[in-house]
């Protein structure tokens, strides 16, 4: 039984959970309540531990304190949705118990525990029992209580986990939602399969070994069935290549600010002698040139991600460089030697006003029009695809202004949005836009010219005005509140609550603009789908403008997914 973990043991603990969190996502997904595609518990907490075991596994730690610093490092800019999130603030707060230790006992590791809790309660507004917040208390609560009597670290672990199941099983009596779905809280439910899986690799009972360590590669993304793998691609051409320095003292800034500015998946790893550029770009022939005025060129691969994904789809094997996989171990044990001393870090933008936006936002359509309304840089994302704290804080660094105002457009990325503040020297304001419509309002609002406090303020006032009707479809059979869903009918939802669930539009729309009435709106708006065509919205619409012909509606491309139509009414 052992009474102390180092370094190695905590990372071995952490590979270990983000195996077993890989191997349950499924069934975390399944928990989720609500029959609206969202971006689900099990593949946000999954893509956020993982950011950090890919990190792990970079190097050795000497100290449990650097180990766990780089988990919460990683975690937070890894972080996606609320679960997401919450699962890093619990690592944050177990980092900071840790610092400056070489290794850690019951008292330590289960205090690390109760520290965590703590720090994921502050950055909750309004913290909610029967979820994920409960079950991580409970279990820390009880870890800390038998390391107290003098329990050891595995029977403390062991009082905790039974804490936290018998938790994890009361959620569905403390969250209405929950109880009558019948079922336990999703985010609960995957901090358990953390918690069980860090107390088996204690144990000696699981390794992570080749199983644990999953390539997210682009080859593994393209060969999932699940996305549109064409608009996973930003740019086209992935490229790496070696130049040897004509100086061993050469600054490479210039060289990254370049970069930066015609790509992205940039990462420039050097030593006296050459140093190795890997980015995504659509002008391989520029970055190329560029480099070559630090060096001469000695080695380089460049392969098209796009083609390969189309190769990929057609059931092929995708073409690549394999004749230069010698180089590929070569360029690999460079990075492996380099301590990543934050020379990869992307290029923050030098503020050249006072005032810049940042927008979430899917859909060719929503995005081109907040950027007419001024948005400085749009962060692809929402429901189904909740972008990481670091998705967001790369475009708040690559906005030209000293004040940034994020608009999170999506109830389930404002904590992630929030995360950047303190990431970045820029002063980030988080304006809690929980739709679309209601960013845009706020943004038809927005005056550079007035001071902070008035901006904030108007911006909030038309957001607060602002309803939002949504149209998708249910993604699996349920009985949600008072309805009987079946896979595939039309949901209408109105500001979050479900006003029923329809086999045809027509009826939909009917209910949906009775239950609009209420608000006597001026101004409706519908933003159209994907998957909707002009015809069809245009029909949607003379069906709003019959029940509401004082009204001022308008129709609005928006090319949005997972949602047919979301319609503002102000």
Known sequence: MKDYIDAAAFKEMILCADAALHKNIQAINDLNVFP???????????????????????????????????????????????????????????SKRLKGLDTAGAAEFTGAMSDGVTAAYKAVMKPAEGTILTV?????KASAKAADKGAGLEDALVAGIKAGELALEDTVNQNPVLKKAGVID????????????????LRGEIASGEEGERDYSESDIFSSSEVDLMESITFAFDTVYVVRKSDPDVDLDPLRKYLSSIGDSLVISDDDEIFKVHVHTDMPGNALNESQKYGTLELAKIENMVTQAEQLKAGKKAQTTDDLEAIDQELTAMESASALTGEEEDYVAEPEKEYGIVAVCAGDGMADLFRELGADNIVTGGQTMNPSTD?????????????????????????????????????????????VPQGISALLNFDPNVSEESLVGAMGEAMGNVHTAMVTYAARDSDFDGHTIHAGEYLALLDGSLIGS???????????????????????TVYYGEDVNEEEANAAAETIIGNFPDAEVSVVNGGQPVYYYMISAE
């Open 36 to 94: 609206v595609p969202d971006g689900d518990t099990g593949t946000n907490m999954g893509l956020t531990i993982n950011n950090a075991a890919t990190e792990l596994r970079k190097k050795d730690f000497d100290t449990i304190s650097a180990a766990a610093d780089c988990v919460a490092s990683a975690m937070l800019r890894g972080a996606r949705g609320n679960s997401g999130v919450i699962l890093s603030l619990l690592f944050r707060g177990i």
């Open 136 to 140: 991580s208390r409970l279990a820390a």
């Open 186 to 201: 999703a985010g609960g439910k995957g901090y358990m399969v953390i918690l069980s899986a860090i107390l088996a690799s």
């Open 391 to 435: 998705d967001i804080l790369k475009a708040v660094q690559h906005t030209p202004s000293s004040t940034v105002f994020v608009f999170p457009n999506n109830k389930n990325i404002i904590m992630a949005a929030e995360q950047c503040i303190g990431l970045t020297e820029k002063k980030v304001i988080v304006m809690p836009s929980r739709t």
């Open 502 to 524: 329809y086999t045809n539009t027509r009826t939909l729309f009917k209910e949906l603009s009775w239950a609009i009435d209420d608000f006597h709106p001026e101004f409706i």
